[in-house]
């Protein structure tokens, strides 16, 4: 086979959060695999990631929490390098886009487009946050759409009718930041003019007919509409500076510099492998594959926005050959929502189980062409009988028999049966029938056939009754062992990029210590002292599903609103009981010995009355001193702290809050309330 280059990237995440379970289904677990599976293959493979770093997100974050955007960047590059770690996903150089190599490198983007003529500068009006003095990204404001007149569009694109919005062009803008309402204000920026790109996009696309369909529909549909120009620089001081003098203070927009992450990561690994030039091997290589890995809501940027900024480069840089942009991943039938808390976050994911079960469950249920669900009770069938049912049990009975009746020794058998054979022979075209999977992104059909191999496996085990045979004639039970072992280093090949750690494991239970190649699952399996044998899986229980169940409750029902419960209706002759008038406050004194009362007395038209009320915890008597309130008139007096309280106020309660209801016009005391 053709050694064969590529550079493989996963989306980088953004550093303002932990990692959850989605953004793994989406871009990470589906190109660890892929890029194993490529280097089992014999080819030369570099993946690399990093954090995102950049934006507002991050500096609205720092703000909020009174610390530099770097001890943000710092802390979830941390977090989110460890979510990685335990899934095993392993990148060459997972780098961070807050590095000066990668400035550099993204000033020199940014610097080629522009002296191209691809870069033009405008002074336009934008939306400014006056309350938080800053101006407004195209996604922290949200109006009406201009073209479809949906509610909640963002500034950028609108959900509902899936275009493109020219911000300022949003009825009814609010600032997500602050609430309030933005004005326009005019500032300069520095645009990439993407209209010029389209004829060369269109031409390159219509090359990649092997594109997974969402992906190139999802393109076809958005070049149709047409391009227009975006803006690439930003008013905020998080960023990577533009380097022209007289954009001081802009940085670049985190759009633009996000996706040069790529290449300013493996020049870091360049560096740290002691060859500094190595990255152009791959970047400038024209043999080199570029597959970038994605969720789809990145596919714009990836397939439209990336390869123009690298078709107009003093370097000649490659063009992404492929991007399997996958759907998304819901959780128990519904949307996953970080704000809401519904999703299963990577590291709390980690305390409860092994990293390994996340990669199967996923992988089975990856959102290849649709989005796919999570769920927790099939979470715990799938491990418990793929797993541990199925492979587990197939490892666990091969290797105690082997050590019950053959002193742990497996023995190539002179001859082979005819079931045999045929248990071998099937396995086998499973084993390429797999690498085609792979090949090719499938890695749910992947998953489902290797754990067909041990299906196969199981049912010859049950059909040649080793524990019969070994008491008549021992070289019949020993051929079935011989068999299944094979069928279980097949496994282990197969099944490798998908779980390296377990295959590691039974591969050392057969006494194979290297890691996997694809071509051995041409040979067959040699005598073998078995190594020491332990359980591969161990199954899920009831209860820890229950224990998962219970946490995604209480964040469903924190984000529920709060169901009012009503009374009994009444008759109108009843309210009519009520006597309740707009009172004034004339003297207001608190209360010694009493947190909750004050001591007030009014006045309506004349009449005075006194009043002991308990909104001390909202109000100070100064503050509802000369205030025209509503009042209760006719409730039965009462003692309070042994005085007398001639009414009671009207005032709205909300958790510790007290609100008196005042008048919205002036009326004279007295006035009746009904
Ligand atoms: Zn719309």
């Known amino acids: 086979m053709k050694r064969e280059k590529y550079v493989v990237t996963s989306a980088?995440?953004?550093?303002?959060?932990?990692?959850?379970?989605?953004?793994?289904?989406?871009?990470?677990?589906?190109?660890?695999?892929?890029?194993?599976?490529?280097?089992?293959?014999?080819?030369?493979?570099?993946?690399?990631?990093?954090?995102d770093e950049h934006g507002a997100p991050i500096s609205i974050k720092a703000e909020a929490e009174g610390v530099t955007p770097r001890e943000i960047v710092d802390r979830y590059h941390k977090e989110i390098k460890a979510g990685f770690d335990g899934l095993h996903i392993e990148f060459d150089n997972f780098s961070g886009t807050a590095r000066p190599d990668h400035a550099k490198l993204a000033q020199e983007f940014f610097l080629s487009l522009y002296k191209r003529g691809f870069v033009v500068r405008k002074t336009t009006e934008q939306w400014f946050d006056t309350e938080k003095q800053r101006f407004l990204a195209d996604r922290y404001v949200e109006g009406t759409c201009p073209h479809c007149g949906a509610e909640g569009a963002r500034g950028d694109q609108c959900d509902a009718c899936g275009k493109l919005i020219d911000a300022v062009t949003l009825k009814d803008p609010v600032s997500?930041?602050?609430?309030?309402?933005?004005?326009?204000?005019?500032t300069t920026h520095w645009y990439l003019e993407l209209q010029k790109f389209e004829e060369e996009l269109k031409a390159w696309l219509e090359t990649k007919t092997y594109w997974k369909e969402n992906v190139h529909n999802f393109i076809s549909n958005f070049l149709e509409n047409g391009l227009i120009e975006r803006a690439i620089t930003r008013d905020i001081n998080w960023?990577?500076?533009?380097?022209?003098?007289?954009?001081?203070?802009?940085?670049?927009?985190?759009?633009?510099?996000?996706?040069?992450?790529?290449?300013?990561?493996?020049?870091?690994?360049?560096?740290?492998?002691?060859?500094?030039?190595?990255?152009?091997?791959?970047?400038?290589?024209?043999?080199?594959?570029?597959?970038?890995?994605?969720?789809?809501?990145?596919?714009?940027?990836?397939?439209?926005?990336?390869?123009?900024?690298?078709?107009?480069?003093?370097?000649?840089?490659?063009?992404?050959?492929?991007?399997?942009?996958?759907?998304?991943?819901?959780?128990?039938?519904?949307?996953?929502?970080?704000?809401?808390n519904w999703t299963v976050w990577v590291n709390d994911f980690l305390k409860d189980f092994d990293g390994e079960y996340l990669r199967y469950y996923l992988a089975a249920n990856a959102p290849e062409t649709k989005d796919s669900d999570f769920v927790w009770k099939e979470f715990q069938?799938?491990?418990?009988?793929?797993?541990?049912?199925?492979?587990?049990?197939?490892?666990?009975?091969?290797?105690?028999?082997?050590?019950?009746?053959?002193?742990?020794?497996?023995?190539?058998?002179?001859?082979?049966?005819?079931?045999?054979?045929?248990?071998?022979?099937?396995?086998?075209?499973l084993v390429d029938e797999v690498a085609e999977c792979y090949r090719t992104y499938k890695v749910r059909q992947a998953s489902k056939l290797c754990i067909d191999i041990a299906r196969i496996g199981n049912k010859y085990f049950d059909e040649t009754q080793p524990w019969k045979a070994v008491k008549q004639d021992a070289s019949t039970a020993a051929e079935t062992l011989y068999v299944c072992a094979e069928l279980l280093r097949l496994v282990s090949i197969a099944l490798y990029p998908i779980l390296p750690q377990s295959m590691m494991r039974l591969r050392a239970m057969l006494n194979i210590n290297s890691i996997p190649v694809w071509d051995d699952s041409d040979s067959i399996l040699q005598d073998t002292t078995l190594g020491t044998i332990a359980p591969l899986y161990r199954k899920?229980?009831?209860?820890?599903?229950?224990?998962?169940?219970?946490?995604?409750?209480?964040?469903?029902?924190?984000?529920?609103?709060?169901?009012?419960?009503?009374?009994?209706f009444i008759g109108f002759d009843d309210f009519l009981k009520l006597e309740i008038r707009v009172v004034k406050v004339i003297e207001a004194e608190a209360i010694k010995k009493s947190k909750k009362l004050l001591k007030l007395k009014i006045d309506l038209n004349g009449e005075q009355r006194s009043v002991i009320s308990g909104i001390a915890?909202?109000?100070?008597?100064?503050?509802?001193?000369?205030?025209?309130?509503?009042?209760?008139?006719?409730?039965?007096?009462?003692?309070?702290?042994?005085?007398?309280?001639?009414?009671?106020?009207?005032?709205?309660?909300d958790e510790g809050i007290i609100s008196a209801l005042v008048p919205d016009i002036d009326v004279k005391p007295g006035s009746e309330i009904s």
């Open 12 to 51: 980088l995440p953004y550093a303002n959060g932990p990692l959850h379970i989605g953004h793994i289904a989406g871009a990470y677990l589906p190109a660890d695999i892929f890029v194993r599976f490529c280097r089992m293959q014999g080819h030369d493979v570099v993946y690399v990631c990093g954090a």
């Open 617 to 653: 915890t909202s109000y100070k008597p100064e503050d509802i001193l000369g205030k025209n309130v509503a009042m209760v008139m006719n409730l039965k007096p009462r003692k309070i702290m042994g005085v007398e309280s001639q009414a009671m106020i009207l005032a709205a309660h």
């Open 540 to 568: 899920i229980d009831d209860k820890e599903i229950t224990v998962q169940l219970a946490r995604l409750d209480a964040a469903r029902k924190a984000a529920e609103p709060v169901v009012l419960e009503h009374k009994d």
């Open 176 to 186: 997500k930041i602050s609430g309030s309402t933005p004005v326009l204000k005019s």
């Open 381 to 429: 069938n799938q491990i418990n009988n793929d797993l541990a049912n199925v492979l587990g049990n197939l490892a666990n009975r091969v290797f105690a028999f082997t050590g019950k009746y053959f002193n742990r020794t497996i023995t190539q058998p002179h001859d082979l049966s005819e079931l045999s054979l045929k248990a071998l022979n099937e396995s086998k075209v």
């Open 239 to 340: 960023g990577v500076p533009v380097p022209l003098e007289e954009a001081e203070g802009k940085v670049l927009y985190v759009w633009f510099d996000a996706p040069i992450g790529y290449i300013s990561a493996t020049k870091e690994w360049a560096q740290n492998i002691g060859h500094p030039d190595r990255w152009k091997d791959y970047w400038l290589g024209q043999d080199t594959k570029l597959i970038h890995f994605i969720g789809k809501d990145n596919i714009i940027f990836h397939t439209i926005f990336f390869p123009s900024f690298l078709m107009e480069q003093d370097k000649n840089y490659i063009l992404p050959h492929d991007v399997p942009a996958n759907e998304f991943l819901n959780l128990e039938g519904r949307k996953m929502s970080t704000s809401k």
